[in-house]
């Protein structure tokens, strides 16, 4: 069994006095993740929040009612909990109580779950995202080496732990994910009124990885007007299928300003959305591909190990641009991402003069090891 990169961080804030919210995508590897954490620990309740029984058990339950029930067990793991109705304010009830049973919470889409936890839990949880699997949890499972030869699969097959662990079935998983799986929560939404639309929407952005996204265009492209568009599209974001990538622009008049890139969580989900799984050699958005797996795995491994950046592309309307760049600790750091090593690179004399202190560092399949694993750094 592959160990999660959280499961040390989450293992030791329990019984810490506050709750626990394990956030990420359905399919994603939440529950398994706590079951193996948890295997050796006694009276542990589970209970689904999908399943009508939960949810009418903590509709207007008082602290007092839901302590009962939670009786005899030490610890409370509620799954799917963006399904219940007023969750926050029921698990502030019993973070409010003496009781010193520990609650966690896993979601599948913070438009529920973060509306409804985030502000009635203000200082009494601790929040953890748990991405698809990562480059780094799969190096530390079988090797850094090997893992750096399975780059041209991984590029269109992805990280999902089922995909992972079912080799040679990887189409039909993915199949599976995207039908059945990935749009549960926004489809069950009752403003989603025509699925058909935002799927129409999703399989655009795919084709548009890497690039930037005029939301008019893609009104155009799907039939919905720019406001609708962006209401799916942050949706989206809120159910772990895309991420928003804005631009950055600090000192020149021609720097992009408000332009917005969309890239995928998962490669494998944006390819099985628009039926290619073809292997890299013969692809012609290859360097897309490799762009979008670049900026999500480094989103993984910031957020695992805990490195606190902000993320930007740079670009200007003379169609300059830097693919990728952080900003943390009082430093900015540019990041030019190519699939082939040997691919001829310079950064813009633009963007290197109006930051001179910006370090540079362009990132390939040999070296994408040193960029994600900290300790290789």
């Known amino acids: ?95 409010d109580s003496d009781s010193d049973i520990q609650i966690i919470a896993t979601g599948s889409s913070a438009f529920e779950l973060a509306n409804k936890v985030n502000e009635p839990l203000t200082g009494r949880k601790w929040e953890y995202q748990l991405f698809p699997l990562s480059f780094g949890e799969m190096a530390a499972h079988h090797g850094k080496m090997k893992e750096m030869r399975m780059l041209p699969h991984r590029i269109i097959y992805g990280y999902y732990p089922e995909v992972v662990m079912n080799d040679g079935d990887e189409m039909e998983t993915l199949k599976l994910l995207t039908d059945a799986y990935l749009y549960k929560d926004i489809l069950s939404w009752e403003n989603i009124k025509h699925p058909d639309k935002l799927h129409t929407l999703l399989r655009a952005l795919a084709y548009q990885i890497g690039s930037q996204v005029s939301l008019n265009e893609l009104g155009q492209m799907c039939s919905m007007d720019s406001k609708t568009v962006e209401r799916y599209i942050t949706l989206l974001e809120q159910c772990y299928i895309i991420f928003r990538l804005p ?118 399949p040999e070296n994408i090891a040193d960029f994600l694993l900290p300790e290789q750094r």
């Open 247 to 364: 631009s950055y622009s600090r000192n020149l008049r021609n720097e992009l300003k408000t332009s917005r890139k969309i890239y995928f969580y998962d490669n494998g989900i944006r390819n099985a959305l628009i039926a290619d799984f073809n292997a890299p050699e013969i692809r012609q958005d290859v360097g897309a591909l490799w762009e979008n797996f670049v900026i999500s795995e480094r989103m993984k491994s910031n957020g695992y190990y805990r490195r606190w950046v902000n993320r930007y592309f740079w670009r200007t309307k003379q169609q300059q641009e830097i693919d990728y760049l952080e900003e943390g600790g009082g430093k900015l750091h540019a990041y030019e991402i190519k699939w082939n090593p040997k691919a001829k690179t310079s950064f813009t004399k633009t963007f290197s003069n109006a930051y001179p202190q910006a370090d540079f560092q362009v990132v390939t």
């Open 1 to 95: 069994m592959i160990e999660r990169l959280l499961y040390k961080s989450i293992e030791d804030k329990l019984f810490k006095g506050k709750i626990i919210v394990l956030l990420g995508a359905r399919q994603v590897g939440k529950t398994t993740l706590l079951k193996q954490m948890l295997q050796k620990q006694e009276h542990v309740l589970w209970l689904n929040g999908d399943e009508m029984q939960v949810q009418n058990l903590f509709d207007n339950a008082s602290a007092d009612r839901l302590l009962s029930e939670f009786n005899g067990n030490k610890i409370v793991i509620l799954d799917e909990a963006q399904r219940i109705r007023n969750i926050g304010l029921r698990l502030k009830l019993v973070a």
